[in-house]
């Protein structure tokens, strides 16, 4: 499992989980998009936002390898700001390579990348 060094680790002063120290021993968590709803909590968006920013200024549009990042924190982003990079794609592999979908991106979280965000300094 490829360890993204300089990657943050959690979300700054919370518990939001960003990568994982070791690969799981029972096996591979598979990524899985899981449905946004429009009243999720405030601190959930924001570690969404967060997330997606470290992806960004980690990798831009470059394509990355899921390595240690959390599957947890990945789903709240798969299929829509973070896509496969690879057909034919397996969920359950730390190899599998993702990129961003720069359009999607733009759409949820415009704060990112017009300079508004705090994430992005």
Request: hydrophobic residues 40%; glycine residues 8%; contains cysteine.
């Amino acid at each position: 499992m490829l360890k993204h060094r300089g990657f943050p680790g959690r979300m700054p002063g919370t518990d939001y989980q960003f990568v994982i120290r070791r690969a799981n021993p029972r096996g591979v968590t598979p990524i899985k998009a899981i449905r946004r709803f429009p009243d999720r909590k405030p601190a959930d968006k924001r570690a969404d936002e967060c997330f997606l920013a470290a992806l960004w200024l980690h990798f831009g549009e470059e394509t990355f390898e899921r390595g240690n990042l959390d599957a947890g924190r990945l789903n709240w982003l798969f299929e829509r700001e973070v896509v496969p990079a690879e057909e034919p794609f397996d969920p359950a592999n730390y190899g599998a390579l993702l990129r961003i979908d720069m359009d999607e991106a733009e759409r949820s979280f415009p704060q990112i990348f017009n300079g508004s965000s705090e994430w992005v300094g």
